[in-house]
């Protein structure tokens, strides 16, 4: 069964610092792969996708995709409170199907 | 320019009862989905409709759950005969165009089925 693996952490990290979110995926065949961030009580907001192979800069965001090790991870930068959230991570398999994560909890320590 | 809206926010009803969940996609976005989280969960596809083609139904947990979609415009999640393991909160979203494309949700509607 194709799938899209995120540690459920919760994943702490002290204001300031980088939070690196990780995800692998099994369909070598992925194609798209986007980044959504979910508050508690409210609903996933976008905030990066990624198609190619390397990184792309967003702000304080940064997506990196690696099809040859089949992962993407999420870094950002100078961590700040307001991104404590649950981070999910989705990509399309090789039927052009998206596949969730499971989502990953950041704590940002003030 | 405006966002999904889905209607109603919060719903109580009683188990047995039906109940009609509303979605309005982004205008001009030809996909459409409809995902079910339960507290503390991550998404559980339900249903995707792509332009006028058949719908894929095969997330739709039981036959008492069904959608429509007229053209590329409103779609209604129904659910019958509603049990208490229906309770969750149920998000749409829509996407320019097929699921390679960016998904952008509504802010879903809670359903409580007392």
């Known amino acids: 069964q194709k799938e899209v693996e995120q540690n459920s952490g919760p994943l702490s990290v002290p204001e300031g610092a980088i939070a690196s979110l990780n995800c692998t995926y099994s369909?070598?065949?992925?194609?798209?792969f986007f980044w959504y961030r979910q508050y508690s009580g409210k609903s996933p907001e976008l905030i990066m996708s990624?198609?190619s192979n390397g990184d792309k800069e967003d702000g304080r965001f940064t997506a990196q995709l690696n099809k040859a090790s089949q992962y993407v991870s999420l870094l950002i930068r100078d961590s700040q409170p307001s991104d404590s959230a649950t981070y999910l991570c989705?990509?399309?398999?090789?039927?052009?199907?998206?596949?969730w994560g499971a989502g990953t909890k950041l704590i940002i320590k003030p | 320019g405006a966002g999904v809206s889905q209607s109603p926010s919060n719903k109580v009803t009683e188990k047995g009862k039906d109940v009609e969940l509303r979605c309005d996609p982004i205008?001009?976005?030809?996909?459409l989905y409809w995902y079910r989280q339960r507290l503390g969960q991550g998404l559980e596809f339900l249903i995707y409709?792509?332009?006028?083609?058949?719908?894929?139904k095969s997330g739709l947990p039981s036959d008492r759950f069904s959608a429509e979609r007229t053209g590329e415009s409103v779609s209604t999640l129904t659910i019958q005969r509603t049990q208490q393991e229906d309770s969750a909160v149920y998000l749409c979203?829509?996407?320019?165009?097929?699921?390679?494309?960016?998904?952008?949700f509504g802010p879903g509607t809670r359903l409580t089925v007392t």
């Open positions: 979203a829509s996407s320019l165009a097929g699921q390679s494309y960016e998904q952008y």
């Open positions: 205008s001009g976005h030809t996909a």
């Open positions: 409709f792509q332009g006028n083609s058949a719908p894929d």
């Open positions: 369909d070598r065949g992925s194609q798209s």
């Open positions: 990624i198609y």
């Open positions: 989705a990509g399309t398999d090789s039927n052009y199907q998206l596949i």
